[in-house]
């Protein structure tokens, strides 16, 4: 499995961005990961072969995951950005179902990130 990110870059307050990874080969459970700088990486989103979707609490209503199997593309849609949402973003990936605790960094497959800096 190979992941490669796209779309992040800098923002003003309260804007918003869409990140995306396209992926190749097959995965179940997918994530956006983010880590900021001093800081441990946490899971910010995760979905399912089934589209089930979990959010961590800090971005619920103001971020969407979604993928478009078409496409093979992992999306992050971010709005009502705030600094505090400055981060390296990652997207993850698992062949298997991971399980409920879908932001807990288990993933296996990772991309080697994008930027994105709220001012």
């Known amino acids: 499995v190979q992941l490669v990110e796209s779309g992040g870059g800098s923002v003003q307050a309260g804007g918003s961005l869409r990140l995306a990874c396209v992926v190749s080969g097959y995965t179940n459970s997918m994530a956006w990961f983010r880590q900021a700088p001093g800081k441990e990486r946490e899971g910010v989103a995760a979905?399912?072969?089934?589209?089930?979707?979990t959010y961590a609490d800090s971005v619920k209503g103001r971020f969407t995951i979604s993928k478009d199997n078409a496409k093979n593309t992992l999306y992050l849609q971010m709005s009502s950005l705030k600094a505090e949402d400055t981060a390296m973003y990652y997207c993850a990936a698992a062949r298997t179902y991971v399980g409920s605790d879908a932001l807990r960094d288990q993933y296996r497959h990772w991309g080697q990130g994008t930027q994105v800096t709220v001012s």
């Open positions: 979905i399912h072969s089934t589209s089930t979707s």
